[in-house]
């Protein structure tokens, strides 16, 4: 917020983006945001379900108020007049086929103006990695992969099957009329 009232203050005219946790944002941080310019709210939301959530260490103490943070924050941003994109992550270790449905479904009711889903990928020295390596073939960790395709899927889902499911998971998203009318209201010209 200070630096958000430095911005204005100085009457820098800037557009920027800002990554934030869904648990930190609030209506008044948002407003503030705004005002300063802010032009973009990314948010690691990666998750509607508590389980994952907390086994991915994302919510802290409390997983299960994660999905009402995320719901606030997205809305604070929303009623400021903030484009949102939400992150997500499919294809976390033990995440099931249902709960990739429960995350689009959760996704499809935030009011976001665009989404990422990527798969879990535990890059060597995350916290995932740590936690998960001895899962992962060797021969894997020497190559380099990315979020964009599973190299090493830990989920209980078959990696076609996941790809599939971020294909769904974009349709379900993007193909909406209400997301199509919004979108060209606000971006079309």
């Avoid at 557009?15 to 008044?28: G, K, L």
């Avoid at 508590?50 to 919510?59: A, E, F, H, N, W």
């Avoid at 809305?75 to 976390?92: D, M, R, S, V």
């Avoid at 996704?107 to 936690?131: C, K, M, R």
Wanted: aromatic content about 12%.
């Amino acid at each position: 917020k200070a630096l958000c009232k430095e911005i204005i203050r100085r009457q820098v005219i800037l557009p920027w983006v800002a990554h934030a946790r869904v648990d930190n944002v609030t209506m008044e941080l948002a407003h503030w945001m705004k005002r300063a310019g802010c032009s973009l709210l990314r948010f690691g939301i990666e998750s509607a379900v508590p389980r994952i959530v907390q086994l991915m260490k994302k919510g802290g103490n409390s997983t299960s108020d994660w999905c009402l943070a995320t719901q606030r924050a997205a809305e604070a941003a929303h009623k400021n007049g903030i484009p949102t994109l939400g992150l997500f992550i499919i294809g976390n270790p033990t995440e099931t086929e249902m709960e990739v449905f429960e995350t689009i479904r959760f996704a499809l009711e935030l009011p976001l103006d665009f989404v990422q889903v990527h798969f879990f990928t535990p890059y060597v020295g995350s916290g995932a990695y740590q936690i998960f390596r001895e899962k992962i073939d060797s021969s894997v960790i020497t190559k380099q992969y990315h979020f964009k395709a599973p190299k090493k899927n830990l989920s209980d889902v078959d990696t076609q099957r996941l790809v599939e499911l971020q294909t769904i998971f974009y349709r379900r998203f993007y193909l909406r009329p209400s997301w199509i009318a919004r979108h060209f209201t606000r971006y079309g010209s």
